[in-house]
Nanobody
Framework: VQLQASGGGLVQPGGSLRLYCAAS????????IGWFRQAPGREREGVAC????????WYADSVKDRFTIFRDIGKNTFYLQMNNLRPEDTAVYYC??????????????????????WGQGTQVTVSS
């Protein structure tokens, strides 16, 4: 049972990247999903999540209208589409899953401690 994150890289400000999180050993069909990030010298923070039951999403204020979380059940993979990237988006990005009633509460936000499977992280660097 694992998650494998990929898709990070170096991009110029204003550019786009798509992060991938492939699940194996379980299905995403019964999972809430989330993306988190950790910048150097800072604590890990929630970026986005999606609740499987009603597909309600939550985004950190700093990424609203720029990032989109979505999943492809057929590929057992979920994604983070990142547009209009800024230098302050530079961080290691982690994907994670939680049971379907946990971890993602729409407008009430995300609970990091309720995610029980984590990917290994992928580096995103936004720089000119």
């Amino acid at each position: 049972v694992q998650l494998q994150a990929s898709g990070g890289g170096l991009v110029q400000p204003g550019g786009s990247l798509r992060l991938y999180c492939a699940a194996s050993g379980f299905t995403l069909d019964y999972s809430n999903i989330g993306w988190f990030r950790q910048a150097p010298g800072r604590e890990r923070e929630g970026v986005a999540c999606e609740n499987r039951g009603d597909y309600i999403t939550w985004y950190a204020d700093s990424v609203k209208d720029r990032f989109t979380i979505f999943r492809d059940i057929g590929k057992n993979t979920f994604y983070l589409q990142m547009n209009n990237l800024r230098p302050e988006d530079t961080a290691v990005y982690y994907c994670a899953r939680a049971d379907s009633n946990w971890g993602c509460y729409g407008p009430r936000g995300i609970r990091e401690d309720e995610y029980d499977r984590w990917g290994q992280g992928t580096q995103v660097t936004v720089s000119s």
